[in-house]
């Protein structure tokens, strides 16, 4: 069956440090690869997407790695700072059409102490 | 802009309730989607709509209903609530292009508790 998994452990960094979320998927082949921040009590705000054909997307401190090999995506913040601390979803479609459904993962909560 | 917008923010009922959440997008967007987030088990699509008058089921569509004769709304009605559906509710939305890839913009929820 198709999973996606997502560490559920948080994930408990200093802050300057650089954060590494990491997100596995198996039995998909997703055209591409999305990133949400979730903070508590409101809904998911997208942050990056990347194409199975990218190998990396930047965009300020973030970095999104994309593995279809590996079938892996890692999720990077450099120089994390505390209001970094949120929880973190991946998002893949399933077959790359348009207008396709993404299916989550279950999230990992980053807290970035000061 | 008020984006999307849903209501109520918090909903208390009891079993066998019909309950009708609503969720409003200003953008004209295409799609919309109804997700539940529940510990252990992340976001689950629950129905989505490809435009006005189109839905369809998502993973866990059981229980509940929905409509959507408007672009901008798209409500979910439980028939007959059950404990099981306590849960937080997100609406979301979409402007299906191929340079965004089906980006979802989300409400800020509902938090529904069926005693």
């Known amino acids: 069956s198709q999973k996606i998994e997502q560490n559920s452990e948080a994930l408990n960094i200093q802050e300057g440090k650089t954060a590494t979320l990491t997100c596995n998927y198996t039995?998909?082949?997703?055209?591409?690869l999305q990133w949400y921040r979730q903070d508590p009590g409101r809904g998911p705000v997208f942050l990056l997407l990347?194409?199975?054909?990218?190998k990396e997307k930047r965009k300020e401190r973030l970095k999104v790695t994309f593995d279809t090999t590996l079938k892996q995506s890692l999720f990077h913040i450099t120089a994390s700072q505390p209001a970094d601390s949120a929880t973190y979803l991946c998002a893949l479609d399933k077959t790359g059409n348009a207008g396709n459904m993404l299916t989550f993962g279950g999230g990992t909560r980053l807290m970035v102490k000061p | 802009d008020a984006g999307i917008t849903q209501s109520p923010r918090y909903k208390i009922t009891e079993t066998g309730r019909q309950v009708t959440l609503m969720c409003h997008q200003t953008w004209s967007h295409s799609y919309m989607f109804w997700y539940r987030q529940d510990l252990g088990h992340g976001l689950r699509l629950i129905y989505y709509?490809?435009?006005?008058?189109?839905?369809d089921k998502g993973e866990v569509p059981d229980g509940y209903v929905v409509s959507r004769s408007k672009t901008e709304n798209f409500p979910l009605t439980l028939e007959s609530a059950t404990r099981s559906q306590t849960s937080v509710y997100f609406c979301?939305?979409?402007?299906?292009?191929?340079?965004?890839?089906?980006?979802?913009?989300f409400g800020p929820g509902t938090r529904l508790t069926v005693l």
């Open positions: 990347i194409r199975e054909n990218e």
């Open positions: 039995n998909y082949s997703p055209a591409y």
């Open positions: 979301a939305s979409s402007n299906v292009r191929v340079a965004s890839g089906d980006t979802q913009y």
């Open positions: 709509s490809a435009a006005a008058d189109i839905t």
